[in-house]
């Protein structure tokens, strides 16, 4: 098996950023209720302005680590810079290259000498060949345990925070060997769009998603509008295992905790 298993479609959830303890410990036991596999949580946040919360950087990343471990977990997180990269390797199963860092080429190169897998996001301005260029990094490195990851680009649309280019999923998957995923969160900005976006990711060919879920969605501190409450993801998840054996796609059960 790769670095995902292209007979499923992978889901990888949690909040955009960890809050607290109680926060991480709820949102993972309500994912690993749910059969999903990756917990999600920024702690090293890219925040467009230095004034909004920063994510809990150090501490952020051993409650990740220590909420995982006690669901059976994996664990995804971002790398911003060089100089916390060898702390963050360290602590999660996954390392995440943000949008905003998908040409940072000494980062890069940096992830590319790790033995991690890597989640590279397609930056909102880039082509597909940019984004594919930028995927050559790390595999120069080293490293070609790579999942790359469509979140949305800007366009004139001002009604979605992005738009979801849906078309990045097949042609991505024709050009290269690298598994897809989408995040509907960020193309869309918008909870009531995630899991429409969602189920087309799957129905186009996606491996799997990234989905941002909140056990307070109202009381986020990072990203609120886009964020799904356990009970929203629980259905959202209902409907991937309806729809997935129809587009040959294995689904993990959710387990009884989760209703
Ligand atoms: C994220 O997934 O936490 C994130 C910041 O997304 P992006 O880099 O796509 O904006
Ligand atoms: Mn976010």
């Known amino acids: ?47 467009t302005s230095p004034y909004a919360f920063q994510g809990m950087g150090v501490v952020g990343l051993r409650l990740l680590r220590e909420a995982a471990k006690a669901h059976g977990l994996r664990s995804i997180t971002e790398v911003m810079d060089v100089e916390t990269l060898d702390l963050i ?15 940072n080429f000494s980062l890069l190169r940096a992830v590319g000498r790790t033995q991690k897998p890597v989640l590279l996001k397609r930056s909102f301005s880039a082509t597909y060949r940019d984004l594919l260029d930028a995927a050559e990094y790390i595999v120069a490195g080293g490293n070609e345990q ?76 990072c990203d609120k509008e886009q964020a799904l409450s356990f009970g929203q993801f629980g259905e959202l998840m209902d409907s991937l295992r309806l729809m997935a054996p129809t587009v040959g796609r294995a689904m993990p059960l959710g387990s009884l905790l989760a209703r």
């Open 89 to 103: 390797a360290s602590q999660v199963d996954i390392l995440q290259i943000g949008s905003r860092n998908m040409q």
């Open 146 to 221: 790579i999942i790359l990851c469509e979140r949305g680009i800007r366009t004139f649309e001002p009604f979605t925070r992005n738009t979801l280019d849906i078309s990045a999923v097949p042609v991505l998957k024709e050009l290269c060997r690298f598994p897809v995923i989408v995040d509907p969160s960020h193309a869309s900005g918008l909870t009531r769009l995630v899991t429409p976006l969602t189920l087309a990711a799957l129905a186009v060919g996606a491996d799997g998603a990234m989905i941002e879920v909140h056990p307070c969605p109202e009381g986020a501190l």
């Open 1 to 47: 098996m790769g670095v995902l298993d292209r007979n499923e479609f992978t889901v990888i959830a949690g909040p955009c950023a960890v809050e607290s303890e109680e926060q991480i410990f709820q949102a993972a036991a309500a994912i690993a209720a749910q059969g999903v596999g990756i917990l999600r949580g920024g702690c090293f946040k890219p925040r």
